[in-house]
């Protein structure tokens, strides 16, 4: 059972920042090479799903962590507010398009996770409807699984302090104002909502694990999620295949 | 008038391999910058067209020059031999949906340039076809641009030579042997048909310029796709907007 609140949102104790953003570069590098196996390989897939509460650093973890590999073999989909054409299908069918071919990663920013956080949040759909979801979703990346694909699911977690100090960053930063929308300042009132809605998600679909990355320091994020995926794709096995004859 | 019989496919006399690598690794990182910019800003889109013949390297210039940037804002679309359903199209319907988003950098691994390339060697279309295909590229640079599209068309110029070794290596090398197939033999013998159709291409398709990159040398090639890309950014003049009031 996750309890968010267990769980830090801070690097372990003694973690230095310095070491961790050299060997974030170091990362990127095994990083660079092993895709290209990965796509000489051909067999396997991978999806990364990255989840987390607004401000919990979706872009930058994409932007430092996923950085530096073949952008022919790396592919992100940004999943936003569905459109009204989108509304008129299930949830699940403007997803399909965008799984990874074999050889390929393919990064979610945000993905059909918010078709459960949102209308929990909103109240807007049956618990029934809600908890069906759950299950299609559980069965659906048990059938990707098992079709070769490597799924690696992030949450990333931060502390509802560190979301009010970068919402204020999003306003007095010259090269992050940008970000900023009026909109920004509601999303620390819909905290606990939020959370809780995470907590369901967490809880009920996790026959393929979740990845928890304590999020407030950005480094410290951003070398988890590199250091995950590199893990996980060394036990893949990868290797060059022979010459066709 | 372009010949490349009279354009040479080496680096500049003197050029020093070291040097070039360095000074590709300080380009990346500066692409790393004005991408995010290009993102924010949100006024323009990039279009890289790579282009070149067998072996030239259009993978690895990918692989080196546009590696290091965010993944979310750099796309790539490889256009291979069409499908079935594409061939009941006219020869732009496959490429229309991948033209980027403003905000967006595109690379066009192979183009719609291979729909005159491709039938002008196989002589499987009339010249009066072909020319209507070169005039309406023309045309659909020229819409792209005035869209506020920056155009990037790249011709990786290597010689039959290099070529050749290229084709060994892939034999001789375990890392590389994947890529080699048993056509591959056949490519060098298509050498002076497909000399002469870029001939065509790079002539009459040249209302947005060609940059020729001399690409024997891999160091050398990386570094000037790069280059060509940094200084084609700078020109635009990107800033991160104001907040939104």
């Given at each position: 059972m996750v309890?968010?609140?267990?769980i830090?949102t801070?690097p372990?104790?003694g973690?230095?920042?310095?070491?961790?953003?050299q060997?974030?570069?170091?990362?990127?590098d095994?990083l660079f090479q092993?895709?290209?196996?990965?796509y000489?390989?051909?067999?396997?897939?991978?999806l990364?799903?990255?989840q987390?509460l607004?401000t919990?650093?979706k872009d930058?973890?994409?932007r430092?962590?996923?950085s530096?590999?073949?952008?022919?073999?790396?592919?992100v989909?940004?999943?936003?507010k569905p459109?009204?054409?989108?509304?008129k299908?299930d949830?699940l069918?403007?997803?399909?398009?965008?799984?990874p071919?074999?050889?390929?990663i393919?990064?979610f920013?945000?993905s059909?996770y918010?078709?459960i956080?949102v209308?929990?949040v909103?109240?807007?759909?049956?618990?029934?409807v809600?908890?069906?979801?759950a299950s299609?979703?559980n069965?659906l990346?048990h059938?990707?699984?098992?079709?070769?694909?490597?799924?690696l699911?992030?949450?990333l977690?931060?502390?509802?302090e560190?979301?009010?100090e970068?919402?204020?960053?999003?306003k007095?930063?010259?090269?992050?104002?940008w970000?900023y929308?009026?909109?920004?300042?509601?999303?620390p009132l819909?905290?606990d909502?939020?959370k809780q809605a995470?907590?369901?998600v967490l809880?009920?679909c996790?026959h393929?694990?979740?990845h928890i990355?304590?999020?407030?320091?950005?480094w410290?994020?951003?070398h988890t999620a590199?250091?995950?995926?590199?893990?996980e794709l060394?036990?893949l096995d990868?290797?060059y295949?022979d010459v066709?004859?």
């Amino acid at each position: 059972m996750v309890d968010l609140d267990k769980i830090s949102t801070l690097p372990p104790e003694g973690a230095d920042k310095q070491d961790y953003k050299q060997h974030l570069s170091d990362l990127r590098d095994e990083l660079f090479q092993l895709q290209n196996k990965l796509y000489a390989d051909g067999r396997y897939s991978v999806l990364i799903v990255l989840q987390g509460l607004d401000t919990s650093g979706k872009d930058g973890t994409i932007r430092h962590s996923f950085s530096g590999m073949n952008p022919q073999g790396v592919q992100v989909t940004s999943f936003k507010k569905p459109s009204e054409d989108e509304m008129k299908h299930d949830f699940l069918w403007r997803v399909y398009p965008h799984f990874p071919a074999k050889g390929m990663i393919r990064v979610f920013n945000r993905s059909y996770y918010e078709d459960i956080l949102v209308p929990t949040v909103h109240q807007s759909l049956s618990d029934e409807v809600l908890l069906h979801r759950a299950s299609l979703i559980n069965e659906l990346e048990h059938h990707l699984s098992a079709s070769n694909t490597l799924i690696l699911k992030y949450y990333l977690h931060i502390s509802p302090e560190e979301q009010k100090e970068r919402i204020e960053e999003r306003k007095s930063k010259p090269h992050k104002r940008w970000k900023y929308a009026k909109e920004d300042e509601k999303i620390p009132l819909q905290w606990d909502d939020y959370k809780q809605a995470y907590h369901t998600v967490l809880n009920k679909c996790n026959h393929i694990p979740w990845h928890i990355i304590p999020s407030d320091k950005r480094w410290y994020r951003n070398h988890t999620a590199a250091k995950i995926l590199l893990d996980e794709l060394k036990k893949l096995d990868l290797r060059y295949p022979d010459v066709e004859e």
